[in-house]
């Protein structure tokens, strides 16, 4: 499974919720699949879609808040892994596309082969971890997450993002953020 | 620092934070510096105020993004040295993405007088700023209300960042 194949399973199961998705290829790889307005693209400041999401799940507790996050991203702000485990909102739903390489500078080895990172999260203090299982369908998994009491890391394995990169994003940034403050009123 | 002294910094941080209260700010985050420390104090032990320890500046920045995204007015706290942790996050996330946050940053190495790992960045603070082209005010203990209030109107009109520097002996 590939990132591209990963969100498409994942992008239907999301409803109306905020989305924050990473920096690089993640965002990218996202507006491909589905762009909807409730995505707020992360295209600089690396690590802070997971900061961001946090600020927005604390202050919209009716809300599920997702973060497709990419496994160089958590690695860059392991700390906010900390301040999730810490405040532990129920509504913080972390998702992690570990392709074990920083795909959008040519694909340069990162550490998470190596590092656990579902164990950091649990070690933080997150409520539900789960490494996707290389026979298990991530539909499956996912729904069966939501139903958990968060904050939720899920960690899926994808294979190295050899297809052509999906378009840059699109919007200007300030548009992102009008569009998605709109659509998350 | 004599009882009387600390009181002063405790009535003026407590001041400050019904002037931020009064101007709509209900998210706080940062890193704490004691020239900061009767105010982060006060957040703490004030359930009205929403106050997270955060464990970096520039994450700090990221979470007050969130809760601005979300509706809320948000602030950060922080000491300059944190400030270059937050260069990136305020070049390609606040200043491109229009997400104005209010910044209030202590003033280590003001003047030269200060323990050497503050030197640098206390010299350059105001020109870095300048170089960002980001709204900054220094008050004094008497224009505190006064720089909030253009501060705050810098952010609503604009939509960027603003930084207010807090010098010693006003929160500590």
Same mark, same amino acid.
């Given at each position: 499974?590939?990132?591209?194949?990963?969100?498409?399973?994942?992008?239907?199961?999301?409803?109306?919720?905020?989305? $924050?998705?990473?920096? @690089?290829?993640?965002?990218?790889?996202?507006?491909?699949?589905?762009?909807? %307005?409730?995505?707020?693209?992360?295209?600089?400041?690396? @690590?802070?879609?997971?900061?961001? @999401? =946090?600020?927005?799940?604390?202050?919209?507790?009716?809300?599920?808040?997702? $973060?497709?996050?990419?496994?160089?991203?958590?690695?860059?702000?392991?700390?906010?892994?900390? $301040? $999730?485990?810490?405040?532990?909102?129920?509504?913080?739903?972390?998702?992690?596309?570990? %392709?074990?390489?920083?795909?959008?500078? @040519?694909?340069?080895?990162?550490?998470?082969?190596?590092?656990?990172?579902?164990?950091?999260?649990?070690? %933080?203090?997150?409520?539900?971890?789960?490494?996707?299982?290389?026979?298990?369908?991530?539909?499956?998994?996912?729904?069966?997450?939501?139903?958990?009491?968060?904050?939720?890391? =899920?960690?899926?394995?994808?294979?190295?993002?050899?297809?052509?990169?999906?378009?840059?994003?699109?919007?200007?940034?300030?548009?992102?953020?009008?569009?998605?403050?709109?659509?998350?009123? | 620092?004599?009882?009387?002294?600390?009181?002063?910094?405790?009535?003026?941080? #407590?001041?400050? /934070?019904?002037?931020?209260? +009064?101007?709509? &700010?209900?998210?706080?985050?940062?890193?704490?510096?004691?020239?900061?420390?009767?105010?982060? +104090?006060?957040?703490?032990?004030?359930? +009205?105020?929403? &106050?997270?320890?955060?464990?970096?500046?520039?994450? /700090?920045?990221?979470? /007050?993004?969130?809760?601005?995204?979300?509706?809320? #007015? /948000?602030?950060?706290?922080?000491?300059?040295?944190?400030?270059? &942790?937050?260069?990136?996050?305020?070049?390609?996330?606040?200043?491109?993405?229009?997400?104005?946050?209010?910044?209030?940053?202590? &003033? !280590?190495?003001?003047?030269?007088?200060?323990?050497?790992?503050?030197?640098?960045?206390?010299? #350059?603070?105001?020109?870095?700023? *300048?170089?960002?082209?980001?709204?900054?005010?220094?008050?004094?203990?008497?224009?505190?209300?006064?720089?909030?209030? !253009?501060?705050? *109107?810098?952010?609503?009109?604009? #939509?960027?960042?603003?930084?207010?520097?807090?010098?010693?002996?006003?929160?500590?």
């Amino acid at each position: 499974m590939k990132t591209r194949d990963a969100l498409a399973q994942i992008i239907p199961l999301l409803g109306a919720n905020p989305v $924050v998705c990473a920096t @690089g290829h993640i965002s990218r790889e996202v507006q491909g699949v589905q762009h909807r %307005n409730e995505n707020f693209y992360v295209i600089g400041s690396m @690590g802070m879609c997971s900061s961001i @999401g =946090l600020g927005i799940a604390l202050s919209r507790p009716e809300k599920k808040v997702f $973060v497709i996050d990419g496994d160089g991203s958590v690695l860059m702000n392991m700390g906010n892994l900390a $301040v $999730v485990g810490a405040l532990k909102p129920k509504n913080f739903i972390h998702i992690v596309l570990d %392709n074990e390489a920083y795909a959008s500078t @040519g694909n340069q080895k990162t550490l998470s082969s190596v590092v656990r990172l579902d164990e950091v999260a649990r070690a %933080n203090g997150y409520k539900t971890v789960h490494k996707l299982g290389t026979d298990e369908n991530l539909k499956d998994a996912l729904q069966k997450l939501l139903k958990m009491e968060g904050p939720t890391f =899920l960690l899926i394995k994808v294979g190295p993002d050899t297809d052509k990169a999906a378009p840059r994003v699109k919007a200007e940034p300030d548009e992102i953020t009008e569009v998605f403050m709109t659509a998350i009123q | 620092m004599s009882k009387n002294w600390s009181e002063e910094l405790h009535i003026n941080a #407590k001041n400050y /934070a019904g002037f931020l209260k +009064e101007k709509g &700010y209900s998210f706080f985050t940062g890193v704490p510096c004691s020239l900061l420390g009767t105010l982060i +104090e006060h957040f703490e032990n004030s359930p +009205e105020f929403q &106050y997270v320890p955060n464990v970096r500046e520039d994450a /700090a920045l990221g979470l /007050a993004t969130g809760a601005y995204l979300a509706g809320k #007015k /948000a602030c950060v706290l922080m000491q300059n040295s944190g400030f270059g &942790y937050s260069l990136n996050v305020l070049t390609s996330l606040n200043m491109i993405y229009k997400i104005p946050l209010l910044l209030i940053i202590s &003033y !280590r190495g003001y003047l030269g007088n200060d323990a050497p790992e503050h030197l640098i960045m206390g010299d #350059k603070m105001t020109k870095l700023l *300048e170089d960002l082209d980001i709204p900054t005010f220094i008050p004094s203990l008497e224009t505190l209300e006064k720089d909030l209030e !253009r501060a705050d *109107e810098v952010i609503e009109k604009q #939509k960027v960042p603003a930084v207010i520097l807090i010098r010693e002996k006003i929160f500590g």
